[in-house]
C-alpha cells in the first residue's frame, strides 16, 4: 500500500545542504519544501532520495554545543554544558553533581531527554520513524539502481544506529522500532504500536547488526570528494560500532570485567582501523611533529583541515560541515559558534571559556611525563612552562599571542568607542586590536590585598576584560591566523551574528585518533600490552620530537605496565588528546570514575562490582570525581588598585611595567622580547598564581554524581504519554508507582518487567 508522508511546513528537505562547508559551493543548492509527498515521489529517482537522506543529516549530525542540532538534543562536544562542567575540564557545579537538588523524572523533564523530547519528528523516535520511512521506500522502490540503493541505505542504516546508540549510552535498552509505524489505522490493531523496552544487548546486537549492513553498503572512501566530503563511509559505521562495543565492554555494563566483551570490542575496533586505512583514513601528520618550537601546530591544523591535503591523511571519521555564509532566506547558513564562543571580548568575542586549575595542571610535561614524575620540575606559578605541546593548542594564558584574521576597529560604532558586539562596554582606542598582534593579557588586580589569598574573591581583569577574569582560556580547536592564512570565519559586524559567528569550521565527532584509543583500550583490557602501547606511541608521535629534545625518550613518556596500569595509561591520554571535544563525561560514566562503583549493590545486588577489585577507581589508581571542587587559575599582580576594568587602573601600566610581545607559539624558544624565558620572567616578577573558587562558595554543595545516575530515567513526559514503559532501576515510576524495575544488565528478555495492563 502506498503510503502518504506528512512532514510540517517548518522542515525542509536538502538537497545536499546538510554538508555545507566554507570552501565548497556543491552543497549550496537551492533547498526544497515538500508538504506532502508520496513515497512514489520521493524514492523513483537518485536526487529525491537522495534529499531524504540528507534532511536525516540535518536532523541527526551533533553539533558544537548542547542544542546546537536544530533538530535532535544530540550533546557530543566539549561545550561548557552540563555534560562537560561535570568533568574537570569546566568550572560550575552541573545538574548532575548538585547533591541538594537530586535529580527525579520530574526535574529531568526538558532537560538532557534522550529519549521522548516531544511528539514530533524532532524526537528521538521521530527521528527513527524518518529514518524507518527512508529505509522502507528506498528498498521498495522500482527505479533506484542497486548501487544507488546501498549507497543510500548504508548511510540510513548508519544513521539509525547512530540514533539508537545516543539513547542506549543513557538508558540501557530501549524499545527496538524497525518499522514505520502507522497510528492512523491502529497498526495490527494497536498491537504493534506497544513496543516495550528490549535488553541492552539486543540493542547493541541491533545497533551493531545496522552498522554491518551499513559498512558492507557504503564505500571506503567517495568519488567526488568535494562534493560528497562529510558523508559517511564504510570507516565511519565500523568505527561507530568499535565505540558501541567498548561501551558494552565497559565497567558500567560489564560489571564482571568479562573477557569475551573486551575481546569483541578489540576485534571489531582493530577492524575499523583496517576498514578506515583502506579508505584513505590515517593519524594525520604521523611522525611528523614539525620543529618542536612549532609547540604542536601540526596537531592543531587537524581541527581545521581534518579532510587532509598535500599528502596528510584524513582524519576526521565522522564529521559535521558548516558554512561561513550569513543569514539566508532559504536557512541555508549553519554556522560553527564554537571559536565565538572561546574568543574573549578584546577580541570581540563572547567572553571566552575558562579552563580549569585542575586540567591545566594534569597535562604532560614536555617529556611526556606528569607533572611530579617528570625530569623537569613543575612550578605551578609558571604552569605554561615545558608542557606537553597539546597544552599550547589546548590553553591560551596571559602574555600568549592568539592571532587572528580581523581587527576590531572595524566593529567599531560611528562614535568610535565601542565594540559593535559589546555596546555597553567600553573600548577605547587603547584597546582595539589588529587580530594579527592580538596579547591575551588576562592577569587581574585586587583593590583589597588581603582578598589575594580568599578562594571566594576575584579580582578586576586587565584590558577591560572585566569580571571575566579567570586567566587561562580554552584554546582548543581555535582557527589561529598563524596556522590558517585562510580562515573558515567571517570576522565581520553585519547581519545578525557578528565578529566570529559566521565560521565554517568544522567540528570532528569522531577522528582516528579516538578510534585509535578506543583500540588501545580494548587492546590493554585483553592483555595484549604491546598492542596498547604502541598505539599510545603513534598518538604521541606527531606531538613529540625525541631529536629535538634530549630529555622525550623513545617511548614519549610512556611506560609499559600490567592491565591496569595501561588501562590508566589509555584513559590519561584520552583525557589530554580528546579534551574539550565532548568525550571525558562519557568515559567517566563508562568506568564509573566518579565513585569507583560505589553504591550500585544497594540499587540491586546484581549490579555491584565484581570485576575491577569492587571499585573501578581503586583498580586505575585514580581519585573518585565525588566530592571535589573544580578552581579557577588566576594570576594576580600584588600592586594594588583601585575598583575599575579600565586600562587606566592596571597597576603595572601605571607604573611604567612593560609586557612582553607577547609569546610566539611558532617561536617559543627565541631567544628575545617573545620568547618563553621573557615571559617566565615577567610572571616571576610581577605575577603570583591563585586557585579562585569554580564551583561556588557553599561548602554544602559537594559535587555528588548519584549512584543512579549512570543509568537514566524516563522523564515523566516519557512515562505519561506511554504507560507501558517500565521505569529504570533507581528512579520513581510514574506510570506503575514506587520505584523503576527495568534492568539495564539483564540480558534475558523474558526477566524483564513488562507492563501488560493496556490489553485488559
Known amino acids: 500500500m502506498k503510503k502518504n508522508i506528512y512532514i510540517t511546513s517548518a522542515v525542509c528537505l536538502l538537497a545536499g545542504a546538510t554538508l555545507l562547508s566554507s570552501c565548497s559551493d556543491e552543497f549550496l543548492k537551492e533547498k526544497k519544501l ?59 557545579i552541573s545538574k548532575w553533581e548538585d547533591n541538594t537538588k537530586p535529580l527525579d523524572y520530574q526535574s529531568l523533564n526538558g532537560w538532557n531527554d534522550h529519549f521522548y ?3 514530533k519528528e524532532n524526537s528521538p523516535y521521530g527521528n527513527i520513524r524518518n529514518i524507518n520511512d527512508a529505509i522502507e ?60 523496552r528490549s535488553t541492552t544487548k539486543e540493542c547493541i546486537d541491533f545497533i551493531c547488526e545496522d552498522l554491518d549492513k551499513a559498512s558492507a553498503m557504503l564505500p571506503k572512501s567517495w568519488d567526488q570528494a568535494s562534493k560528497n566530503w562529510g558523508r559517511v563511509t564504510s570507516g565511519t559505521a565500523a568505527a561507530l560500532k568499535g565505540r558501541v562495543l567498548l561501551l558494552f565492554a565497559s565497567p558500567i555494563f560489564n560489571r564482571s570485567d568479562n573477557h569475551e566483551r573486551w575481546e569483541a570490542a578489540y576485534q571489531a575496533n582493530k577492524a575499523a582501523l583496517d576498514t578506515l586505512a583502506m579508505g584513505g583514513y590515517g593519524l594525520a601528520y604521523e611522525n611528523n611533529p614539525g620543529d618542536e618550537s612549532t609547540s604542536g601546530a601540526n596537531w592543531a591544523k587537524i581541527f581545521l583541515n581534518p579532510q587532509g591535503s598535500d599528502g596528510v591523511v584524513n582524519e576526521a571519521v565522522f564529521v559535521t560541515l558548516y558554512n561561513n555564509l550569513q543569514k539566508q532566506e532559504d536557512k541555508s547558513d549553519k554556522n560553527n559558534p564554537w571559536e565565538q564562543s572561546i574568543r574573549p571580548k578584546t577580541a570581540a568575542g563572547d567572553g571566552g571559556k575558562a579552563a580549569t586549575s585542575e586540567i591545566v595542571d594534569l597535562f604532560p610535561m614536555a617529556d611526556g611525563k606528569k607533572p611530579g614524575e617528570s625530569q623537569y620540575e613543575y612550578d605551578p606559578n609558571l604552569f605554561f612552562a615545558n608542557r606537553d605541546p597539546r597544552f599550547y593548542r589546548t590553553f591560551a594564558f596571559p602574555g600568549v599571542k592568539w592571532t587572528y584574521d580581523g581587527n576590531t576597529k572595524d566593529l567599531l560604532t560611528d562614535d568610535k568607542t565601542t565594540v559593535f558586539h559589546y555596546k555597553n562596554i567600553d573600548i577605547t582606542d587603547n584597546y582595539p586590536y589588529n587580530g594579527s598582534d592580538y596579547v591575551l593579557w588576562s592577569y587581574t588586580w585586587y583593590d583589597n590585598l588581603e582578598n589575594t589569598s580568599n578562594p571566594a574573591k576575584s579580582g578586576w581583569a586587565a584590558d577591560a576584560l572585566g569580571n571575566r577574569n579567570f586567566s587561562v582560556y580554552v584554546r582548543k580547536r581555535s582557527d589561529d591566523l598563524e596556522l590558517n592564512a585562510n580562515p573558515l570565519y567571517k570576522y565581520t559586524n553585519e547581519g545578525e551574528q557578528p565578529s566570529f559567528k559566521h565560521s565554517g569550521a568544522p567540528y570532528i565527532e569522531m577522528r582516528y585518533a579516538e578510534v585509535l584509543l578506543n583500540y588501545a583500550e580494548a587492546a590493554a583490557a585483553t592483555n595484549r600490552f604491546d598492542e596498547a602501547f604502541n598505539a599510545l606511541k ?15 625518550d623513545a617511548n614519549y613518556g610512556l611506560t609499559l605496565g600490567d592491565r591496569a596500569h595501561m588501562l590508566a595509561e589509555v584513559l590519561y591520554e584520552r583525557q589530554i588528546e580528546l579534551a574539550y571535544e565532548g568525550k ?44 571535589h571542587k573544580n578552581h579557577y587559575i588566576e594570576m594576580f599582580t600584588n600592586k594594588k588598585a583601585a575598583k575599575s576594568d579600565d586600562n587606566g587602573s592596571d597597576p603595572l ?10 609569546l610566539n607559539l611558532m617561536n617559543r624558544f627565541a631567544k628575545g622580547n617573545n620568547g618563553e624565558d621573557v615571559l617566565e620572567k615577567f610572571y616571576t616578577d610581577y605575577l603570583t598564581r591563585k586557585d579562585r573558587n569554580a564551583d561556588g562558595n557553599n561548602d554544602a554543595q559537594v559535587p555528588t554524581f548519584q549512584p543512579y545516575y549512570y543509568f537514566l530515567g524516563l522523564n515523566y513526559s516519557a512515562m505519561y504519554n506511554n504507560a507501558t514503559l517500565m521505569q529504570t532501576i533507581g528512579w520513581d515510576d510514574y506510570s506503575h508507582g514506587g520505584m523503576g524495575t527495568y534492568d539495564p544488565l539483564e540480558e534475558d528478555p523474558s526477566k524483564l518487567s513488562v507492563d501488560n495492563s493496556y490489553k485488559k
Open 117 to 119: 523530547v516531544e511528539f
Open 137 to 196: 521506500g528506498i528498498e521498495a522502490s522500482a527505479d533506484l539502481t542497486e548501487k544507488q540503493k546501498n549507497e543510500l541505505l548504508g548511510q540510513a542504516y548508519f544513521m539509525r544506529a547512530w540514533r539508537y546508540y545516543t539513547m542506549v549510552r543513557w538508558y540501557g535498552g530501549v524499545p527496538i522500532i524497525k518499522n514505520v509505524q502507522d497510528a492512523l489505522v491502529g497498526d495490527g490493531g494497536g498491537e504493534n504500536l506497544i513496543v516495550p
Open 34 to 92: 515538500y508538504g506532502k509527498y508520496s513515497e512514489t515521489t520521493v524514492y523513483s529517482n537518485y536526487e529525491t532520495a537522495q534529499n531524504r537522506i540528507d534532511y536525516l543529516y540535518w536532523q541527526l549530525l551533533p553539533g558544537t554545543k548542547e542544542g546546537d542540532n536544530m533538530y535532535a538534543n544530540i550533546v557530543s562536544t566539549g561545550d561548557d554544558d552540563d555534560d562537560a562542567k561535570t568533568t574537570e575540564e569546566y568550572g560550575g
Open 584 to 627: 571525558r563525561f562519557e568515559d567517566m560514566r563508562r568506568w564509573m570514575l566518579f565513585d569507583g562503583g560505589e553504591g550500585q549493590g544497594a540499587l540491586k545486588s546484581s549490579w555491584a562490582l565484581t570485576g575491577f577489585g569492587g571499585n573501578t577507581c581503586t583498580y586505575l589508581g585514580v581519585a573518585p570525581a565525588n566530592g
Open 538 to 552: 603513534r598518538i604521541r608521535s606527531r606531538v613529540y620530537n625525541p631529536a629535538s629534545n634530549p630529555k622525550i
Open 653 to 662: 601600566l601605571k607604573e611604567g611595567v612593560t609586557r612582553p610581545a607577547g
